[in-house]
């Protein structure tokens, strides 16, 4: 019988990395998540009239890097050959069998290189014409590209630039490109890293928050931005934790709001469940986009209630603890749901903070308490215009 054109396949997730304002050390991000600790910092770099609160990764980059990526050097690629590094040897492992046309790289990322140009563009304009500015690190495609260089892989290597979705929308490309005959391995993920443009574009919205941001709070006043680094290999064999489903929507209904009714993001959710053939019931947790804007987060729980009606399920966002990651959030939000299924520790805490009274009639997670062997776990990612991505992880059954 062919397989059914809605139910995809499962594709296997042998390792992972992802380094954010939790930290690099897997016993430290652990902590971070459950206990009500902040990772956030004050940083008065970025606004000119105050400072913000921000989710930086506080750990060293690499200091050099091969001469054959000096025309991608960035910030951003050196966050991600940080990342990459840290699991090298075992992705070498993983992938010595493999021929290197069949090993795909897919990256997303919303800021790419914009912070090294930032800087260059400042000297520029305060008086320095000897300054060169390349636009090629800059460029969305080059992530995926440099990384494609550093491994010497074969395969398609692309970027998907899709805002909040970005990173997310990267495992929906990798599991089809297995799922399609034309790759046998494929490292996804995102890299976004701080920079002036994002901090000042979200001010002018009036959407970051005064403080740490309050998702589902009834004191919300909008977003932190956070920068992460997050790397998977997606393969086809079998691993300990799986992508066993992705649910993708598109509301187009504002250029930054989504549709008020969740009408988009329910559909993303619901068809998360049907391509794994799985239902509601099942699922054990949800980490929620949860941003902590008004109409998000009012948004998102309507659509919780429409594809999870009234069954309890678990819910937290982890977005006071890492920062909106935009192009990385998705990534870094599925390194948390696939350590949690590793690990069977506990799930990560909600912002300690008032709930909504009209939003509170949800199972947040507000206190400490272990996951029940958890089978499986969902991943919201909801960007502008209305793209909408749901990623449905499990244990290996």
């Known amino acids: 019988m062919s397989q059914s054109l809605s139910q995809l396949q ?3 997730i042998p390792l992972s990395i992802g380094l954010s304002a939790l930290g690099q050390d897997i016993a430290q991000i652990r902590q971070h998540l ?9 940083d008065a770099g970025f606004l000119a009239d105050r400072a913000v609160w921000v989710g930086r990764y506080a750990e060293p980059l690499i200091e050099t890097i091969p001469e054959s990526l000096g025309r991608f050097d960035s910030r951003n690629l050196r966050f991600a050959l940080t990342a990459l590094q840290k699991i090298e040897t075992e992705l070498q492992q993983q992938i010595a069998s493999i021929d290197l ?4 790289i897919v990256m997303g990322t919303s800021t790419s290189g914009i912070s090294d140009s930032e800087l ?3 000297q520029h304009f305060d008086g320095n014409d000897t300054i060169e500015i390349m636009h090629q690190p800059q460029e969305m495609g080059c992530l995926a590209k440099a990384l494609q260089v550093y491994l010497g892989w074969q395969g ?16 929906a490309a990798g599991q089809r490109l297995i799922q399609a005959g034309l790759a046998d391995a494929v490292l996804v993920g995102g890299v976004d890293t701080l920079c002036q443009l994002t ?3 979200f001010n002018s919205l009036e959407s970051l928050s005064a403080d740490i941001c309050q998702p589902c709070g009834i004191n919300r006043d909008g977003i932190n931005i956070g920068e992460a680094a997050a790397l998977f290999l997606l393969t086809k064999a079998t691993a300990p934790i799986m992508l066993y489903g992705v649910g993708e929507s598109m509301d187009a209904w504002h250029i930054s709001a989504p549709h008020p009714e969740g009408l988009g993001a329910a559909n993303a959710m619901q068809r998360a469940l049907d391509s794994a053939a799985i239902t509601a019931q099942q699922v054990g947790y949800i980490n929620l ?3 902590a804007t008004q109409q998000n987060d009012a948004m998102e729980i309507k659509a919780v209630r429409q594809v999870f009606q009234g069954l309890n399920v678990p819910l937290s966002s982890t977005k006071h603890k890492t920062g909106h990651c935009l192009g990385a959030a998705g990534a870094i939000e599925a390194f948390i749901c696939t350590q949690l299924l590793k690990d069977q520790n506990g799930l990560p805490l909600h912002q300690q903070t008032d709930i909504d ?11 400490a308490r272990q996951t029940e062997n958890i089978r499986y776990v969902l991943s919201n990612s909801f960007a502008f215009g209305g793209s909408n991505i749901s990623l449905l992880f499990g244990v290996q059954h």
Request: aromatic letters at 6%.
């Open 10 to 12: 499962a594709v296997g």
């Open 199 to 201: 901090l000042n574009g």
């Open 156 to 171: 398609a290597a692309y970027t998907i630039s899709t805002a909040c979705s970005s990173s997310a929308k990267a495992f």
């Open 34 to 42: 459950i206990e009500a600790t902040n990772t956030l910092s004050l």
């Open 120 to 122: 260059l563009l400042k």
């Open 101 to 104: 046309t069949r090993l795909s």
């Open 357 to 367: 009274p009209e939003l509170a009639d949800q199972n947040y997670v507000t206190d």
């Open 289 to 291: 986009h949860g941003t």
